[in-house]
């Protein structure tokens, strides 16, 4: 009888799972991971014949799973009850997993880079989440910090603005801007050594700059608001408020025309919960939403002009738009994980915005996605601000500055970007590169895509062949020695394990 009971449950089980997974709506995209699922593959008799078909679809169906959000949230919330408590400040710890994807001259007082003393969050009380992400708090006071791991270095980026500077001369202004993360400014002072000071950074890239290319410190600009929500508690990213005070910073340095914040209307995104969620894969992030709060300029005339590009799954550019007219600001719903990208809705685009100021200055900013708050505060400084991110862009830097008669250019990114190599090596490289030739055609990318799935098919028939042969081979041998050499093949059976942002909604 309990017998029956059990495989009528069973059975019951698996039909309910089989209607869900195959009738029930599938997710596009993943608030918590903040990517686009994997979608339903384009069909074709070659794609079926190779195999890379029903490999795409094996790869939909796993990835889009309905009700995927909902168990990752209850897995979570498990194992955030499950934390170790370890010490009287309740300091807890998680388990940490690999995350992908997941980077001179001091001639005015003002210039002078000085130690911040964290006077916000001392009560040493915090945790330590996923991927080394550590959060402070609880609640409406939650903040999740990603941690630095840098010492000195900055030097490529140093160069790089240097070589621009002497690329142009005396023709355009070149400024460097970079931003510390929150860690900086919000880390308990009993955490300050799972974090490196970033300062040394900064102070290392001032020393190396040229006398010509002028060093905008928002270092101590920021630590001065550090009582003001000039970062995002839940995101990686600083606040759009942040982004006001470093524009206004910059605005002093290039001696242009600035506004209050009178000057501009505040919105904003209620419940919002940023990239860190996904990072550190903390329920308590999820449920410590806040205010994403923008400001619009008022009283100024502008339009924007957008190039958009067409991105790959290696983020490579396949096609570019024609220019067309746009919203500098886009519109997003209450709860959206997407209001970072309410400027210029994300980075994958060549933004050209037009001013009625009239002063003959032109703005170029090449950022990461840190740089994307800056521009919508400059448009009472200058007639155009044009916008490039150093991973799209695909005509020539040179004679794209030249062609546009830039006068004034701005590096903004983060520290980490300014650490590493790949912002100073992409800037380099946009300077140089031949016109379009960084474009990847859709054509190319589907015969590599069906070359590696041959590829991957002739290597497992390989495989396979040698796996008979050895099997063949066994069967001569002795009985111990056979048992050997199964335990052997066991021990060899490996198995293997954000797509970005989402832009508008």
Known sequence: MYNKFYIATMCTVFVMAAVVLTTFPRPAYSEVEKRELTKFPEWSWD???????????????SDSEPYREQFITFSMKIKDGERLVLSKDNVTFHAAEDVEGMEEGMEEQEDELGDFSNHVN????????????????????LRALMAYGGVNGGEGFAKMANDFKKTFGDRVNVYAMVIPNAAEYYLPEKWKGRSKSQL?????????????????????????????????????????LGGYYAAAEFAKKAKVDFKDLDAYERKVVHGYVGSM????????????????????P????????????????????????????????????????????TFMGGDSRITHVTTSVKNGRKLLIIKDSFGNTIPGYLFFSFEDVFVVDNRYFDPNLKDYIIKNGITDLLFACSTFNAYGGSFSNNCLRLLNQVAGSCIVPETEQKDDSAKETKDASAKEKKD??????????????????TKEAKKASAKDVKEEPQKGTKEEE
């Open 298 to 341: 008022k009283d100024i005339e502008y339009s924007t002009t957008y190039i958009n590009y067409s991105i790959n799954k290696e983020y490579k550019i396949t096609k570019v738009s024609k220019p067309a007219q746009g919203p500098y600001f886009f519109k997003y719903k209450d709860g959206s994980g997407g209001a970072y990208c």
């Open 122 to 141: 001392n009560d040493g009380k915090a945790k330590l989440a996923n991927a080394g992400i550590i959060i402070v708090g609880s609640g409406s006071n």
């Open 200 to 240: 040394s950074l900064l102070k290392n890239i001032q020393g190396l700059l040229s006398p010509d290319v002028k060093f905008v410190n928002v270092y101590n600009t920021l630590g001065n608001h550090a009582d003001e929500p000039i970062y995002l508690r839940t995101d990686h990213h600083w606040a759009p």
């Open 277 to 296: 969620y996904g990072y550190s894969k903390d329920i308590s992030v999820k449920e410590s939403p806040e205010d994403f709060v923008y400001y619009e």
């Open 464 to 481: 396979a062949s040698a796996k008979e042969k050895k099997k063949g081979s066994t069967k001569e041998m002795k009985n111990d020695s």
């Open 47 to 61: 794609r079926l014949v190779d195999g890379s078909f029903t490999k795409d679809v094996s790869s939909w169906f």
